[in-house]
């Protein structure tokens, strides 16, 4: 895998980030369909509180358009090199989960049609490397449904490391870790 392209952020917009196989760019009006389509398969919800409607998808959207302003980062659409066509998204966002206020995690979502091609894994390790690049930020957390045994494998191909297991509305989340130490390997 060729090395992706990292440009300097712009705190107001989702930068353009390449790999030999996806795209990763900021949400447009034509990714709706495609979101919402991914956002309604009960596969692909299934440890994420069931299938979404259009709607929410709609305004998941503006919410990561709005984001980028807030925040200086947010959600990439990855979409398919050769073929221009949605794969999915890969994220980061303020971790939400008690005990780590001022956290970044980042997350990931494919299409089903997309799975075991190593996209996810692709598009998370290219975003990792921009964000320890653009970001202050010395470490990047990971949090799924500790049954979620797809998200999990893409945590320890990311290198991450395991920090705990947590309850978390009624169920237990894995949260994992990578930091810039462990990525340079540079001293904390």
Known sequence: MR???I???NPHVSPTLTTERLVLRGFVDA???PLAAMNADPEVMRYLGGARSREWSAASIDRCRSQWGKLGFGRFVIEDNASR???GWVSLEPVEL???AGDVEIGWRLVRGCWGRGLATEAAMT????AFASLPVDRILAVAD???ARSISVMRRLGMVHLTDTPDEGRISTVWCTSRALRTGAPD
């Open 85 to 87: 066509e949605f794969v």
């Open 146 to 148: 500790a049954e979620n």
């Open 31 to 33: 990714d709706l369909e």
């Open 7 to 9: 440009p300097l952020v």
């Open 98 to 100: 008690d005990g780590y």
């Open 127 to 130: 975003v990792l490397t921009w």
């Open 3 to 5: 090395r992706a392209r």
